[in-house]
């Protein structure tokens, strides 16, 4: 089973940038597909973008064209570069498994865009 650890949250205004962190462990992160997710107060989790093995990405039409995702297979490691936030990007966002996470999620981090 992969564990999994969120960072790089934080408190933002609106316009700027935060780059996420997803440490996984184990050598099987590699052979994943991968994705962010992200649930706001009193809604749903939505997944915001996937990456496939390959590199592929593929993202929620609310965050196109201003987040990116990419992973570093040498380091175990996932990242969300996002970059002209809005209020409505305020959340806790995770990674897990995509496009069908696992059971098992990590704490998270909290990003909040406000001014």
Known sequence: QVQLVESGGGLVQ??????LSCAASGSIFKFLAMGWYRQ???KQREVV????VGGATNYADSVK???TISRDASKNTMYLQMNSLK??????YYCNRA???GDSWGQG???TVSS
């Open 65 to 67: 064209g201003r987040f």
């Open 87 to 92: 209020p409505e990007d305020t959340a806790v």
């Open 109 to 111: 981090t909290q990003v």
């Open 40 to 42: 706001a107060p009193g």
């Open 14 to 19: 609106p316009g700027g940038s935060l780059r």
């Open 99 to 101: 496009p069908s996470p």
């Open 49 to 52: 973008a996937g990456i496939t």
